[in-house]
Nanobody, 119 residues
Framework: QVQLVESGGGLVQPGGSLRLSCVASGIMFGLYVMGWYRQTPGNQREMIAT???????NYADSVKGRFTISRDNAKNTVYLQMNSLNPEDTAVYYCNADFTIGSTHFNYWGQGTQVTVST
């Protein structure tokens, strides 16, 4: 039973901040690249940030300098700190876990959490 559960979404004013959390269960967390993605209706899911098993991070240009991904392997949790939010950040944010070595692939998604940036 693999489960990724996001939390922390909500309504925030432009310029504000939110921190999303994703708790994983049913996987060997330390073996997975963790990531945050977002999606708006009618659009493809967009990679926002990833963190490797060793904590190396990568960000989409649209959020670089504003968002920070981090992970706590002991707690099976990945976080996304979002600062300087703007209305264009409004989306459903999804947590992802990916294991890829050679031809072996495992990929899991959370249910998503809504982030709305608006006055």
């Amino acid at each position: 039973q693999v489960q990724l559960v996001e939390s922390g979404g909500g309504l925030v004013q432009p310029g504000g901040s939110l921190r999303l959390s994703c708790v994983a269960s049913g996987i060997m967390f330390g073996l997975y690249v963790m990531g945050w993605y977002r999606q708006t209706p009618g659009n493809q899911r967009e990679m926002i940030a990833t963190a490797t098993t060793g904590g190396r991070t990568n960000y989409a240009d649209s959020v670089k300098g504003r968002f920070t991904i981090s992970r706590d392997n002991a707690k099976n949790t990945v976080y996304l700190q979002m600062n300087s939010l703007n209305p264009e950040d409004t989306a459903v944010y999804y947590c992802n876990a990916d294991f890829t070595i050679g031809s072996t692939h495992f990929n899991y998604w959370g249910q998503g959490t809504q982030v709305t940036v608006s006055t």
